[in-house]
């Protein structure tokens, strides 16, 4: 249910035929019922998506638009050509950023802003209930940010990095030409998959982790706070570096931590893996 809506526009400002427009865009949304099946879904394009958890049944919503064009017409055009439709379907809210870019399917294809002449930019911030199951994607921002969340979530960032801080939960992250960093509260209890291209992977887990991790890492190296045993598979190079466990593999390869348990999937390509053990 649609709690409140609050649309707040700046001045245009102009500088010879160039064009800039702000506007806040504020609402709030009351999931319907209490349970694991709330959702917010964000499918960004150009900006940043930041996420807090709190107590409580809202979901607040902050989107603060930038229009930046070449002129007049083109800033019409861009009004025209991209939209930003938040909508709420039961206990799933979703925001969606359309325009020009997107092709039939949901999938990108841009071009360049200098294609289109203009230049639209949303910036998310939402507070959510903790428990909220966390579905996340822009293109061209900054770091997306969760924290004090313990919900599943699947997040992707294309030209940016992930940073989650004290969560719970699990899922999927992968970032493209960026760093995936995560400090659990509580270690997961499903399958899980952390991901970069280009970035460096940090996952900090409780120390009673129990585990069977899967690594890769193309131009990199792993590095381990926890003591493991492999899992038939071949066996990466093994070395020690201040007190730290160090493996290298060209391919995925397998070790248990503890007990094992969940399978906790590492992926890393011109970057390193990074699992630690957090105290608090």
Not at 38 to 62: A, M, P
Not at 116 to 141: C, S
Not at 152 to 169: A, C, H, L, Q
Request: charged letters at 25%; proline letters at 3%.
């Amino acid at each position: 249910m649609l709690s409140a809506v609050c649309v707040l526009s700046l001045p245009m400002s102009v500088l010879g035929n160039e064009v800039e427009e702000k506007q806040t865009i504020q609402k709030t949304f009351v999931f319907e019922e209490v349970g694991d099946s709330k959702q917010v879904v964000v499918d960004n394009f150009e900006g940043s998506i930041r996420v807090t958890g709190h107590d409580g049944r809202e979901v607040q919503l902050v989107v603060n638009e930038t229009l930046e064009a070449d002129s007049q017409e083109k800033a019409q055009e861009a009004r025209r050509e991209v939209r930003l439709d938040i909508t709420q379907s039961n206990n799933t809210v979703r925001c969606f950023v359309d325009g020009p870019f997107r092709c039939k399917n949901g999938s990108i294809h841009f071009r360049g802003w200098e294609h289109y002449g203009y230049k639209v930019r949303h910036d998310f911030q939402l507070k959510v209930p903790q428990q909220t199951g966390l579905h996340l994607k822009t293109v061209n921002g900054e770091d997306v940010e969760i924290e004090k969340t313990s919900g599943k979530f699947e997040v992707e960032n294309i030209n940016g990095g992930i940073r989650m801080t004290d969560v719970s939960g699990a899922g999927r992250l992968y970032a493209l030409n960026g760093k995936v960093r995560v400090r659990f509260t509580a270690n997961p209890n499903a399958d899980c998959y952390f991901g970069s291209l280009n970035g460096n992977v940090e996952i900090a887990f409780r120390p009673q982790l129990s585990a069977n991790i899967l690594l890769k890492t193309f131009n990199g190296q792993v590095y381990s706070d926890f003591p493991v045993s492999y899992l038939p598979s071949g066996k990466p190079t093994k070395k020690t570096k201040d007190g730290k466990f160090i493996y290298k593999s060209n391919d995925f390869f397998g070790v248990r931590v503890g007990d094992g348990g969940p399978e906790l999937k590492f992926d890393a390509f011109n970057g390193d893996i990074r699992i630690l053990s957090r105290e608090q």
